[in-house]
């Protein structure tokens, strides 16, 4: 029989440190930390973006990309994760990610359990950070080979 929710009940995106059930990766009284993702959280993100003037204006690649570099910049250390982008309208936020590093960004990918805001676990979510940048340099090197 399914039980209703019910409205008096906290959901899952409340509270971190949330016992993680043993068939989700957790242990018998083992608390892991894990981030509250909730859409309030997310809402007030998207919000301090747009306050901030780095709310994502075209959904073009290119638009995206440039928006995006700056969104990490600004971010710091708190960087995004899949959830964050995906609500603050990045498409294909991986895809984004792999283009600003072709473009000489650094950026690392560290992985993180969340209470998404369906309210479910999350295991291993992928939060992007911004770590710093690298000059191009040239693919090929020229040769300078001399004839006989």
Do not use: W
Not at 41 to 69: M, P, W
Not at 80 to 103: D, F, V
Not at 106 to 122: F, K
């Amino acid at each position: 029989m399914i039980t209703p929710l019910n409205s008096e009940k906290e959901d899952a995106g409340t509270k971190t440190g949330y016992p993680i059930p043993r068939l989700a990766g957790g242990g018998k009284g083992k608390k892991t930390q894990v981030f509250n993702c909730s859409s309030k959280s997310i809402r007030n993100l998207v919000s301090e973006l747009h306050n901030n003037g780095l709310a994502l204006a075209s959904t073009n690649t290119d638009s995206q990309c440039i928006t995006l570099s700056r969104v990490l910049k600004y971010l710091g250390d708190r960087g995004l994760n899949t959830y964050e982008g995906t609500a603050a309208g990045y498409a294909r936020l991986a895809t984004r990610i792999k283009e600003l590093k072709c473009n000489g960004l650094v950026i690392e990918s560290r992985s993180e359990d969340l209470i998404g805001p369906d309210g479910l676990y999350h295991p291993r979510v992928a939060r992007y950070v911004l770590v710093g940048s690298v000059t191009q340099q040239p693919v090929q090197i020229p040769l300078d080979l001399v004839q006989p």
